[in-house]
């Protein structure tokens, strides 16, 4: 069973991948991809408030969400939303780690209650006034695909739009040891079921359990460095697809051996 | 339109009520609290928790050695209670593996391992000790994983975390899938265990109560800490035999928009949720027989889903919070309360608030105080949690 649904909105933010608009020709190949290192915008969606309190992860979730936002035309106050994260934040967790292993066990009430896996969908939500339906999901690795197929089932099952924010920050030592993710990336995407004229992308998204299905990787080292450095950077191939403004067929990694299979239609 | 209903096939727990529905419906009947002083890890507080005992000397082994820690033992306890573990591998063989999904809420799932790990790291270097594997008990998808593993699916999986709703959300994760076509059929659940994160965490924000909790009660001061797995296998269709199995007919799902880690005044989001799921259903107010409150006893959750409860069924509907018996169980608490529900109308049961000695005399809601028998066809359930994210969802009969 395929599952037709449009892309009306892109947010990307990672090494030498600041914003749609720059990173387009990057990812079509017609620009040189270069990863130098990018600083974490404060989004302006958040209030003052929320802003001083955001964490690296709330920033770059919220911020790439914003970019897809903006791009859509669509209104945030009643777009359900689907926040996914591998790790989550693990500034936080480290932070948390660290002082439980001291006597004192001195928790920070800020911190702990920024440490729920769904703190960027709370402070989204916050942020825009959305009393809409929101989860917040993980799957290792792959959980890019992951969110992407609980955004689509949503998009399909309740006829609504969904923004899906897909992120993961750098993993801080001692963490790193057993998590090496080195580089902060994320990526948004507004899906809908209904076609419009500020439609990027078709996509005809499959899951499929038989294997056959070579995982898409990327034609530039650099960038299939980054595809396998950052769970949410497995986005690429999807969002290079699309950057090419050409039909292509992108095969994206899921669990055993499923993957999902996406034909693009620009 | 009401949603099509899915049918509860095959459900499980395990909790501080007791391994397996028998014990927990048995501690209900009998009013036997599972709260206990706090003696978990080397936790110094001033509190009541509900720990599943044994847990400790129940190691993994095999081939999900890696996969050991609390939450993954606690997992697998679940999984092999009320025949919950043939159930799925009797519809495996119907459906294959590649089509039963797995949709598992958590909040923190094996966290634990790594709050060990940072108490284990070597002196010198920072090295975190090499018998940790984070990736298959730390990280928030590793229960999910765990799950689907153990019961040998190979279909769609996902770990939805959104605190205390977790595995509510579960249920329209499930819905939505099968109704995408991504898979037939679903196993849905909830693993939560206690980690010194959520015991000095909720402690901080000064949400914990030094008693066993006191849901509804006018000296109500905070919650108990809990433990649990619950795991619901959930079909289009049933066999056809006899009087259809309860099942899910509605879920309903909105944000606050207003907190972190509060409660909007005024139970908005609460209130949207279960009109939601009452939409969902396509049921009224006035066919629920029963409402399983998030009740999480703690002065601002407690007082603002009964002004949401009042707004929606007004006094006439009985409720309870079952929080006083296993403790709130965070990411584990929507799939304990939906197992409990289900034990509610396959017995006509209606469960006290426990610990209640006396009603909140600004309540406006009916809260029930003895445990009651009568008929219930249909139970709505409420989760609640951080970031304003909530849940209902709406068990029954379907005749």
Known sequence: MTVKIYVKGIGILGPGLDGWDKSRPILAGLSPYTAQECSLPKPTILPPMERRRASTTVRLGTHVAQEALEQSGLVADNLATVFASSDGDTDILDQLCSVLATSEKAVSPTRFHNSVHNAPAGYWSIATHSLAPSSSVSCYDVTFAGGLLDAASQVVAEGRPVLLSVYDIAVPEPLHQVRPVSVPFGVALVLDSRHSVSVLGQLDIRLNGEADGVVTTLSSLELETLRQGNPAARALPLLAAIARLQPAQVVLDYVDENTLQVAVTP | ?399
């Open chain 2, 1 to 399: 339109m009401a949603m099509s209903p899915l049918y509860i096939t095959g459900f499980s727990a395990a909790s501080a009520l007791g391994r397996g529905v028998s014990a927990t419906y048995g501690a209900l009947l009998r009013e036997e609290s599972g709260l206990r002083p706090c003696d978990f890890e080397n936790a110094k507080l001033d509190t009541y928790i509900g720990r599943v005992a044994g847990l400790e000397s129940e190691p993994l082994g095999d081939r999900f050695g890696q996969y050991d820690c609390r939450n993954n033992r606690l997992a697998k306890l679940a999984l092999q209670q009320d025949g919950f573990e043939d159930t799925v591998i009797q519809a495996r063989e119907r459906y294959g593996a590649r089509r039963i999904g797995v949709f598992i809420g958590t909040s923190t799932s094996g966290i634990l391992e790594t709050e060990l790990a940072y108490r284990n790291r070597d002196p010198e270097t920072e090295a975190l000790p090499c018998t940790f594997h984070y990736g298959q008990t730390g990280n928030m998808f590793s229960g999910a994983s765990f799950v689907q593993g153990f019961l040998q699916l190979q279909g769609p999986v996902l770990a939805i975390s959104t605190a205390c709703s977790s595995s509510a959300k579960v249920f329209a994760v499930a819905y939505r899938f099968i109704r995408a076509g991504f898979c037939d059929a679903a196993v849905v659940g909830g693993v939560d265990s206690l980690c010194l994160n959520t015991l000095y965490g909720f402690s901080s924000l000064e949400l914990v109560s030094s008693q066993p909790c006191r849901p509804a009660d006018r000296e109500r001061d905070g919650l108990s800490i809990g433990e649990a797995a619950g795991f619901v296998l959930l079909e289009p269709t049933y066999d056809g035999k006899g009087p259809g199995p309860v099942a899910l007919l509605g879920y309903g799902e909105s944000s606050d928009a207003h907190h972190m880690s509060s409660p909007h005044p005024e139970g908005l989001g609460a209130r949207l949720a279960m009109e939601r799921a009452l939409s969902c259903a396509g049921l009224r107010a006035s066919d629920i027989d029963y409402v399983n409150l998030h009740g999480t006893a703690t002065p601002a959750n407690d007082w603002t889903e009964d002004r949401a409860i009042y707004d929606v069924f007004g006094a006439s509907v009985p409720c309870s919070s079952t929080k006083g018996w296993t403790g709130h169980t965070l990411g584990a608490a929507g799939i304990t309360e939906a197992v409990i529900s289900v034990l509610c109308i396959k017995y006509g049961f209606i469960p006290r608030s426990l610990n209640t000695r006396e009603l909140d005399s600004a309540f406006k809601s009916q809260i029930v105080l003895d445990n009651q028998k009568r008929p219930i066809r249909c139970v709505i359930s409420n989760s609640f949690g951080f970031g304003g994210t909530n849940c209902s969802i709406v068990l029954g009969t379907t005749e």
